[in-house]
Structure formats: structure tokens, C-alpha cells
């Protein structure tokens, strides 16, 4: 069934989906969706919040750029890996899907849409909610390849945009070793597709 995916290339929500249906090598139809196209009726009736991401798959819309992925690995790649089996592995990566939609929302991905794109919003706040993020996810990878364990999982997806493109929210990740060793490691799985405007770091 012919998979579109409904969003746009500066979106670090979308951009997670992007790596996925990359890296499981599964054809798919974007959709650019601009602001405005959020708000019609039509994508209205796809996600009635209005956000992107938004997947397609023959009848079925998954909405949620976190539920879409693991969507896509339950679905066509089971036993990957992407999204490990044993409970307690299973609660670690949950913990990393709301800390994308929590910490990492609230704090980079924030700093950015108010530095990049002019969003209304308190830069101070997001930028120390990230810093406070960001000490966290360095002392957790001292010890650790990826987050969750030695290979990659949906947790590593699902943060890996906005913590790459921090920068552009005047979070640096100068003094964060172990994140930028982890998004090297990231940027180095096969078919890895960076967003644009990848930031130096
Ligand atoms: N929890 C949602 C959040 C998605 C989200 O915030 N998307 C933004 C773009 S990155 C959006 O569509 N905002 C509404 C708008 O810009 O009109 C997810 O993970 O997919």
C-alpha cells in the first residue's frame, strides 16, 4: 500500500518519520503541507489538530510523528529491533518518546522556532529548559552508544532532529561530548538523510 507522508522539511517531527521510512527502505510519496494547508478543511479532517506530521497508508492515518514510528517498525519491520521486545527497554524507550514531546519540544525545538522562525515565546526559558535536557542526555551517553542500549531504536529517532539542529535556538553543543559523538553515530547509520540546514557543531 503506497505510503504518503504529510509534512514539511524544516519540521524536526517530520524529519523523524523522513529517517525511518529511509532507513526501512520504504517507498513513500511527501506531501508538503505549509502552515496554511494545515488549517483547511481538507488536512483538518486528517488530523484535527492541524500538525504535522501526518501518515498515510491506503485507508489508514496515523497522526503523531512518535506514533507514526512505531506504526511503521510494528507494521513492516516487527523484528527489527527498532523497537525492542523485553518490557523494561520497551518503558526506557517510551521514557525517550515523551521526553521528545516533553523536554525536547518545550526547550530546543522551541529555541529554535522562536530564533529560526520568528515564533512568539520566551527564548530564555526554552533555552535553559535545553541546557538542563541536554546535561542530562550527555551523562547518560557517557556510558552508552546509543540510548538506549548499543543499537539504534526509535528513542535515537525521535530525538536526533531537534538536538542536530539546537544551534540554530542558540543552544550550542560545545560543551555536550557525548551528545555530538551520539549524532555522529546517528548520522553514520546507513541511508541517514540529514534535515536541511544541518548546523556545524
Ligand atoms: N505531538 C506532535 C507535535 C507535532 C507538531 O508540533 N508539529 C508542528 C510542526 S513541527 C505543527 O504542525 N504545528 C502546527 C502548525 O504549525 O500549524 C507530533 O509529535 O507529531
Not at 488530523?47 to 485507508?59: C, M, S, T
Not at 529548559?129 to 551517553?141: K, N, R, T, V, W
Request: hydrophobic share 45%; proline share 8%; glycine share 6%.
Amino acid at each position: 500500500m503506497r505510503i504518503t507522508l504529510y509534512g514539511t522539511p524544516t519540521s524536526g517531527h517530520t524529519h523523524r518519520v523522513e529517517l525511518l521510512l529511509e532507513m526501512l527502505e520504504l517507498p513513500y510519496t511527501y506531501a508538503f503541507t505549509s502552515a496554511e494547508a494545515r488549517r483547511s478543511a481538507a488536512f483538518l479532517r486528517l488530523n484535527p489538530l492541524g500538525q504535522i506530521p501526518v501518515l498515510a497508508e491506503g485507508e489508514t492515518i496515523v497522526c503523531d510523528s512518535n506514533a507514526i514510528l512505531l506504526y511503521l517498525v510494528q507494521r513492516h519491520a516487527p523484528k527489527s529491533g527498532w523497537w525492542p521486545e523485553e518490557a523494561l527497554a520497551q518503558a526506557e524507550a517510551q521514557r525517550w518518546f515523551s521526553i521528545a514531546a516533553g523536554e525536547l519540544k518545550n526547550g530546543p525545538a522551541t529555541a529554535r522556532l522562536i530564533q529560526q522562525f520568528h515564533a512568539p515565546g520566551d527564548l530564555a526559558t526554552a533555552q535553559a529548559i535545553a541546557h538542563a535536557l541536554f546535561a542530562f542526555m550527555d551523562a547518560h551517553l557517557v556510558e552508552r552508544r546509543f540510548l538506549l542500549k548499543d543499537t539504534p531504536t526509535l528513542a535515537d529517532l525521535a530525538c536526533y532532529s531537534y538536538t542536530a539542529h539546537a544551534p540554530e535556538g542558540g543552544v550550542p553543543l560545545t560543551d555536550y561530548p557525548h551528545i555530538r559523538a551520539w549524532l555522529t553515530r546517528v548520522e553514520c547509520l546507513p541511508r541517514f538523510k540529514p534535515m536541511p540546514g544541518l548546523p556545524e557543531r
